[in-house]
């Protein structure tokens, strides 16, 4: 009764703005939605152990949060090992699929297989970098980004991820043991979980905060370049977020993920290697902390053999995959 009256009233305070009717109605629904969600009372199953989701849950979010804010979103950040971030991330994940099987649901092995799946093309990425360190790896991306030397392992990233995403969907919107407030504070996190994956894509593939040409800004005002900084990696995560949105779906990975995608990560890992050798060997390219073109052909070098790589890669993806739906 309480919330039928709130809600009662937040409609009545629409009715006296009806002349911005475009605008009033979704926001005054999301305050109704959000009073009836809080004063609604929960019927939670005998199943489910509230005690132990309500634990994972929060440590779930405090992981989640944890992993996104220690990825570099401006210069000048501490310095943060990647193998931390997903480790953080990992545990965000298990904390999940704890709470799930607190309220009596049971876990896909679709989640699990996406989640390892998605971090090959993230290590196969470093090749380029000899460095753990996110900061450096942003950095060493001023050149030119990883997304034009490895496509490939970024479509596979992104859809591993989506795939991943789309899994937790489905589980969530298959849960019926536990309260209101707990599928909500589910929800929460899976939107945190999209946020984190945009976020780590951009500073893996996206060269985070770099752009060409900021640099000049450093000279004008460090508190003008580290504002341009930032709002340079919120637009590219923004992007990335648009292309991860619940209308995308990604195609069906739960039979075929270690058939198709492992065996093409692990092909373009080796032939990158061995390319990147060769271009030593010729002095086309230097292998420090970063790779590092020398001149105008070392470029070519790189962007060429890139592209070969990713060529090969991509038709060997597609017909593991159409070999796959066909058996």
Not at 189 to 201: E, G, Q
Request: charged fraction near 10%; aromatic fraction near 8%; hydrophobic fraction near 55%.
């Amino acid at each position: 009764m309480p919330a039928l009256l709130l809600k009662a009233a937040v409609l009545f305070l629409w009715t006296q703005h009806n002349s911005s009717r475009s605008v009033m109605p979704c926001r005054l629904q999301l305050v109704a939605d959000l009073v009836k969600i809080l004063t609604k009372q929960e019927v939670i199953s005998t199943k489910a152990d509230v005690a132990t989701a309500e634990l994972a849950l929060s440590i779930s979010i405090a992981a989640s949060a944890a992993a996104t804010i220690a990825l570099p979103w401006w210069p000048g950040q501490q310095e943060v090992n990647l193998l931390f971030v997903l480790a953080m991330a990992a545990s965000s994940k298990s904390a999940l699929m704890l709470a799930l099987s607190a309220c009596g649901s049971k876990v896909t092995p679709k989640i699990i297989a996406c989640e390892i799946v998605s971090v090959l093309p993230i290590l196969a990425t470093l090749t380029y970098c000899q460095t753990l360190s996110v900061q450096d790896i942003v950095l060493a991306q001023h050149q030119l980004w990883y997304i034009l030397l490895q496509p490939t392992n970024f479509i596979i990233y992104l859809v591993c991820s989506l795939a991943t995403l789309e899994a937790i969907n489905e589980q969530l919107r298959a849960e019926s043991n536990c309260g209101t407030v707990h599928l909500w504070m589910f929800s929460l996190l899976s939107h945190s979980y999209r946020f984190f994956t945009a976020v780590l894509a951009v500073t893996i593939f996206l060269g985070g905060w770099t752009l060409p040409g900021i640099n000049f800004l450093s000279i004008i005002s460090h508190q003008l370049f580290t504002t341009a900084s930032c709002i340079i990696f919120l637009s590219k995560t923004a992007l990335v977020i648009y292309t991860l949105s619940p209308k995308r779906r990604a195609f069906a990975l739960s039979r075929s993920i270690w058939k198709v995608v492992v065996p093409v990560v692990v092909l373009n890992t080796a032939l990158t290697d061995v390319m990147l050798i060769i271009g030593v060997k010729l002095e086309l390219i230097t292998r420090q902390v970063s790779t590092v073109a020398q001149g105008a052909l070392g470029y070519f070098y790189l962007l060429s053999t890139s592209l070969l790589v990713s060529c090969l890669s991509a038709v060997l993806l597609l017909y593991n995959h159409r070999q796959t739906k066909a058996q």
